[in-house]
Each structure stands twice: as C-alpha cells, then as structure tokens.
Nanobody, 122 residues
Framework: VQLQAFGGGLVQAGDSLRLSCAAS????MGWFRQAPGKEREFVVG?????????TYAAPVNGRFTISRDNAKNTIYLQMNRLKPEDTAVYYC???????????????????WGQGTLVTVSS
C-alpha cells in the first residue's frame, strides 16, 4: 500500500491550506501531525464506508474538514484559520478497518505516508 501526501507549505496565521493524500486502495483513513519536539498526535479520521463518519481532535474541530473521493482513493484535509500551533509535519495513514468505524489511535493505522510540512507563521 502506498500513500502520497501533498499540499504542505508556508502560510500566515489565519490562512487556509488543503492537504491531499492518495492511496493505492480504499481504506479507513486519518491524518496525524508531529510538531518539532513533540509526539505524533491524531488530527482527524474518516471511516471506510461512510464519509460522514469522522472524528476530529479538539484543537482542530471547527477549523479543519476531512473529505474523501472514493473514485480517486484520495482524502483531503481542508485547514482553515490556521494557527502557529498547527505547524507540524502532517502524515496521512490508512487502516484496514471496515464499516463506519473511525480510528483514532496511531497503532490502528497500518500504512503511513511520508509526511508533508505545514508551517504557519504568526
């Protein structure tokens, strides 16, 4: 399974950015991030079957939106009202969970992309 994440960059606080992640198949998917000096943390997950089944981490809830295009096996992360504390390497990940289950834990994800850097300046 291959995952390719795209879309990172340098933006200013308050700006928006959209990340995408193309998978070589259809999976339950998620985004994680790792800021400098910190552990990797869950950002958002979306289920295999139902694109409405999503779970967001509290710091991004209401600002970030995950979506998926099943025809392209691609997920997107629309990030609005970005803050300096959103600065991190963002990783997409795929889990083999079926149905409408949303994975939150990193150990549930079997496949990982290479990461894309998002830098938000103040």
């Amino acid at each position: 399974v291959q995952l390719q994440a795209f879309g990172g960059g340098l933006v200013q606080a308050g700006d928006s950015l959209r990340l995408s992640c193309a998978a070589s198949g259809r999976f339950a998917m998620g985004w994680f991030r790792q800021a400098p000096g910190k552990e990797r943390e869950f950002v958002v997950g979306i289920s295999f079957r139902d694109a409405r089944a999503t779970t967001y981490a509290a710091p991004v809830n209401g600002r970030f939106t995950i979506s998926r295009d099943n025809a392209k096996n691609t997920i997107y992360l629309q990030m609005n009202r970005l803050k300096p504390e959103d600065t991190a390497v963002y990783y997409c990940a795929a889990a083999e969970s079926g149905g409408s289950y949303v994975n939150r834990n990193s150990w549930e994800y079997k496949y990982w992309g290479q990461g894309t850097l998002v830098t938000v300046s103040s």
